[in-house]
């Protein structure tokens, strides 16, 4: 079973810059995307960012120009840089982790992330 885990949310001030990371472990399968997305109480579940495996990049039109995906293949891991950062970025993060074989997605379980003015 794939298990998908993030890490490094907490708590930033405006203006400041956060790194969550994300890990998809119990298989031997690359996931074929992986991604952020968020979600804030009352709000539907949105794209932050992706990357396939192949390195195409796709980044939710609020978050562009500031922050930045990055995965490492061999770890299975995904990255998310979070610069210049806004109050209206609060939310909880999510990792999803796609893949092909089986048609499956993934999450995690989601880190909080809160930003202050």
């Known amino acids: 079973q794939v298990q998908v885990v993030e890490s490094g949310g907490g708590s930033v001030q405006a203006g400041g810059s956060l790194r969550v990371s994300c890990e998809a472990s119990?298989?031997?399968?690359?996931?074929?995307?992986m991604g952020w997305y968020r979600q804030a109480p009352g709000t539907e579940r949105e794209l932050v960012a992706s990357?396939?495996?192949?390195?195409?990049?796709k980044y939710g039109d609020s978050v562009k120009g500031r922050f930045s995906i990055s995965r490492q293949l061999v770890k299975n891991t995904v990255n998310l840089q979070m610069n210049n950062r806004l109050p209206d970025d609060t939310s909880v993060y999510y990792c999803?982790?796609?893949?092909?074989?089986?048609?499956?997605?993934?999450w995690g379980q989601g880190t909080q992330v809160t930003v202050s003015s």
């Open positions: 999803k982790a796609s893949y092909l074989t089986g048609r499956a997605n993934y």
């Open positions: 119990g298989t031997r399968l690359s996931a074929n995307a």
């Open positions: 990357i396939t495996n192949s390195g195409i990049i």
